[in-house]
């Protein structure tokens, strides 16, 4: 069947840092990105397009290493002292909801923050190929505003992952069956509108391809578990060799 010839792929995302060049902000500009949120859209290809979403009070708000990061927040608790001395765990926050495909950003600094995100997905190795080559990794940054306001741009970086993460999707085609990974972190520019330098992103990215045979047991445990499925397929196997 149409599944059986896709890999399966985990495309994984981690902004480390952001710094804001301070002398290219206007004074409304500067009390507009120090009061509102900043948030990040990563796009790739035609495929992807996920924001990354900061809160604004996020001191409870944990961030996992690269070789951690999952799509979801941990929740920290810090502890405070009672009268007579001895520490007692504080009660967190009422805790925010967290979509799958977001994580909450932590601010490093005034102008900095950290936020990841992952994605699993099924696609064909000749497929992934061609968006590789043809396409980059781009970073919109942007001062959230509001639902009534204007987003305020802040810049663009982009990341070209094509090098590494081509050589390993091929590996994988070839293979079949052994599970490969690209690394890749960089600091590259941040450019406003006027192609000037608004700041730097440091960024992590990973591409895990796990071959076919994934695929192929996924399908098989699906089989079992649906037996008109199975015996659609074993029709259509049948119908090739035949023909």
């Known amino acids: 069947s149409e599944q059986t010839n896709k ?5 994984e995302v981690l902004v480390k840092n952001i710094d804001i060049n301070r002398n290219l902000l206007n004074d409304y500009e500067k009390d507009l990105v120090i009061k509102n949120p900043i948030r990040v859209r990563i796009i790739f290809s035609d495929f ?8 604004k009070d996020c001191k409870s708000i944990h961030l996992p ?8 927040s941990k929740m920290s608790r810090t502890a405070t002292k009672e009268k007579n001395g001895k520490e007692k765990p504080k009660q967190p926050k009422q805790k925010q ?8 950003v932590k601010k490093t600094s005034l102008h900095s923050q950290k936020a990841g995100f992952s ?18 990794l781009y970073f919109l940054i942007f001062s959230n505003m509001g639902e009534d306001e204007a987003k305020k741009i802040i810049g663009q970086a982009k990341v070209d992952v094509r090098k590494n993460f081509i050589d390993s999707v091929q590996y994988a085609s070839a293979t079949g069956e052994f ?3 690209a690394n ?10 006027f192609k000037e330098v608004s700041g730097r992103i440091e960024v992590y990215v990973r591409l895990s391809c796990f071959g076919k045979f994934i695929m192929s047991m996924f399908n098989m445990l699906y089989n079992e578990r649906n037996p008109a499925n199975k015996k659609t397929d074993e029709e259509e196997k049948k119908a090739e060799t035949t023909s």
């Open 65 to 72: 290493e690269p070789e951690q990061v999952k799509c979801h």
């Open 119 to 136: 994605c699993l997905f099924p696609m064909e190795p000749m497929e992934m190929l061609e968006k590789l080559k043809t396409s980059s």
């Open 7 to 11: 890999h399966l792929y985990l495309f």
């Open 48 to 55: 992807y397009d996920v924001e990354i979403d900061e809160v």
């Open 184 to 193: 890749l972190t960089t600091s590259c520019k941040i450019e406003n509108v």
């Open 97 to 104: 909801k967290v979509p799958e495909e977001m994580m909450y």
């Open 179 to 181: 599970p490969t990974t």
